[in-house]
């Protein structure tokens, strides 16, 4: 069973970067889409973007390319960095795996998800 | 972007009703839709993809269907334990997007 672990700092000031990792274990990072989903304190998901294994990765255009997210197959981590950060970006941040359909690169779901960590963005 | 919108964002049923959450694209987006269930302060949980398939060890009275521009989640007896907030979720054009959700509430 893959287990996904979420770390990094709690508190970012403003215009700051947030920097997070994702450490899997359990499981190859082989064949899978490694995600980015936040969910700001009492609302929906947003999700950020995925680092497919080769390095190749897709971003959500709405964060203004503020966004790098990359693989270190060799740690089994997945990082994210967000810069410019502001008080909109205050909330939990989760990693999830994408499993693609079976036999296939293509249309992964976001079927295992690490338990998430809150990041406040403040003075 | 392709926007997705749930209904209702709220229900309250018994224990044991039949419920059913609407999901509509704003775009067809084919078949290439997720069910999630959130439970207070824990991660989204991944119940159906691909529309209508039901994710291992999800139990069989959660089901999903529909194509194109709306879906359907549907839990055949609701039990306490259901009690949370669902997402649905397209994967067919980028930027993902996910639905407001809609809380479950147990009368």
């Known amino acids: 069973q893959v287990q996904l672990q979420e770390s990094g700092p709690g508190l970012v000031k403003p215009s700051e970067t947030l920097s997070l990792t994702c450490s899997v274990s359990g499981g190859s990072i082989t064949n899978y889409y490694w995600n980015w989903i936040r969910q700001p304190p009492g609302k929906g998901l947003e999700w950020i973007g995925y680092v497919y294994y080769t390095g190749s990765t897709m971003d959500n255009p709405s964060l203004r390319s503020r966004v790098t997210i990359s693989v270190d197959t060799s740690k089994n981590q997945i990082s994210l960095k967000l810069r410019s950060v502001t008080a909109a970006d205050t909330a939990v941040y989760y990693c999830?795996?994408?499993?693609?359909?079976?036999?296939?690169?293509?249309?992964?779901?976001?079927?295992?998800w690490g338990q998430g960590t809150l990041v406040t963005v403040s003075s | 972007d392709i926007q997705m919108t749930q209904s209702p964002s709220t229900l309250s049923a018994s224990v044991g009703d039949r419920v059913t959450i609407t999901c509509r694209a704003s775009?067809?987006?084919?078949?290439?839709l997720a069910w999630f269930q959130q439970k207070a302060g824990k991660a989204p949980k991944l119940l159906i993809y691909?529309?209508?398939s039901l994710e291992s060890g999800v139990p069989s009275r959660f089901s999903g269907s529909g194509s194109g521009t709306e879906f359907t989640l549907t839990i055949s007896s609701l039990q306490p334990d259901d009690l949370a907030t669902y997402y649905c979720?397209?994967?067919?054009?980028?930027?993902?997007?996910f639905g407001q959700g809609t809380k479950v509430e147990i009368k």
């Open positions: 775009q067809s987006i084919n078949s290439w």
């Open positions: 979720q397209q994967y067919n054009g980028y930027p993902w997007t």
């Open positions: 691909k529309a209508s």
């Open positions: 999830a795996r994408g499993t693609p359909v079976s036999g296939t690169p293509f249309f992964p779901s976001l079927d295992s």
